[in-house]
């Protein structure tokens, strides 16, 4: 059973900065796209950005100019590169990997911006 690592979550002030990594536990073949979602107390889980197998990328427009999101398809990993932390951002984040038959998903990892 593959399962999906996240880590990089923690406790930031306002205006900083988190990395986010999320590595597959064993290779994953013809991973289409891969992804963060994020989900704070009371809300549905959201997605904040996505990055396909060639490269493109989707950011949700709270997000927009503020993370990045990139992909090492020879370590199954994807990150996300958070800068400009703001309270809102609070939540638990979770990583997604899909191929065209299976979709993974992360444990989640949370994320905490102090104001």
């Known amino acids: 059973q593959v399962q999906l690592v996240e880590s990089g979550g923690g406790l930031v002030q306002a205006g900083g900065s988190l990395r986010l990594s999320c590595a597959a536990s064993?290779?994953?073949?013809?991973?289409?796209?891969m992804g963060w979602y994020r989900q704070a107390p009371g809300k549905q889980r959201d997605r904040v950005a996505v990055i396909t197998s060639g490269g493109s990328t989707n950011y949700a427009d709270s997000v927009k100019g503020r993370f990045t999101i990139s992909r090492d398809n020879a370590k199954n990993t994807v990150y996300l590169q958070m800068n400009s932390l703001k309270p809102e951002d609070t939540a638990v984040y979770y990583c997604n990997m899909g191929t065209s038959v299976f979709r993974f998903w992360g444990q989640g990892t949370q994320v905490t911006v102090s104001s």
């Open positions: 064993e290779t994953i073949f013809s991973i289409n796209d």
